[in-house]
């Protein structure tokens, strides 16, 4: 078994292979922090580590930030991951098995907004699915109140929003 600083970079690296979407950060230390694997800040530093080593990929939006598994992780992750414990292995392919849909739709659906060269917000709301995107939507508003009501009701209404769109441009 690796040294346990180790395990915990390797079981992310895992987690992130298994999966054809990106994970977040509370995501992965869900499940590490539910089983009591380790604490928080051990997790963050193994996070730190996995970037600075260029094993993941991190995309941040609105406070959430998201990993992607790179070459060089995948690749590291193949000579060593002998070194996670079966039992582990399948407990972590229990918890992504189990939760995949929610897993997936959290990272799917994303809405961030910023600040224009002409003093306006732009609002970007994004649909994926696997590595495409279903809609990449931009829309321009004049007060950062608005441009924050976007975001936080994109979640709930993008599927309105794709049928209305869909049906209206076929």
């Given at each position: 078994?690796?040294?346990?600083?180790?395990?915990?970079?390797?079981?992310?690296?895992?987690?992130?292979?298994?999966?054809?979407?990106?994970?977040?950060?509370s995501?992965?230390?869900?499940?590490?922090?539910?089983?009591?694997?380790?604490?928080?800040?051990?997790?963050q530093?193994a996070?730190?580590?996995?970037?600075?080593?260029?094993?993941v990929?991190?995309?941040?939006?609105?406070?959430?930030?998201?990993?992607?598994?790179?070459?060089?992780g995948?690749?590291?992750?193949?000579?060593?991951?002998?070194r996670?414990?079966?039992?582990?292995q399948?407990e972590?392919?229990?918890?992504?098995q189990?939760?995949k849909?929610e897993?997936?739709?959290?990272?799917?659906?994303?809405?961030?907004?910023?600040?224009?060269?002409?003093?306006?917000?732009?609002?970007?709301?994004v649909?994926?699915?696997k590595?495409s995107?279903?809609?990449?939507?931009?829309?321009?508003?004049?007060?950062?109140?608005?441009?924050e009501?976007m975001?936080?009701?994109?979640?709930?209404?993008?599927e309105?929003?794709?049928?209305f769109?869909?049906?209206?441009?076929?």
């Amino acid at each position: 078994m690796a040294e346990p600083f180790t395990l915990y970079k390797l079981i992310i690296l895992y987690m992130l292979d298994r999966v054809d979407f990106p994970l977040t950060n509370s995501q992965i230390s869900s499940f590490l922090l539910d089983r009591g694997y380790t604490n928080y800040f051990t997790l963050q530093q193994a996070f730190s580590e996995l970037e600075e080593a260029n094993l993941v990929k991190p995309q941040t939006i609105r406070n959430t930030t998201q990993f992607q598994l790179t070459k060089s992780g995948r690749e590291t992750l193949g000579y060593f991951c002998d070194r996670i414990p079966n039992a582990i292995q399948e407990e972590a392919d229990q918890y992504l098995q189990e939760h995949k849909i929610e897993l997936r739709n959290e990272v799917s659906v994303t809405a961030d907004y910023y600040r224009t060269t002409a003093k306006e917000y732009a609002v970007h709301c994004v649909i994926k699915e696997k590595e495409s995107d279903l809609i990449d939507l931009t829309l321009t508003v004049p007060d950062k109140k608005q441009a924050e009501a976007m975001c936080k009701s994109w979640k709930n209404k993008c599927e309105m929003v794709y049928q209305f769109l869909m049906t209206q441009l076929s």
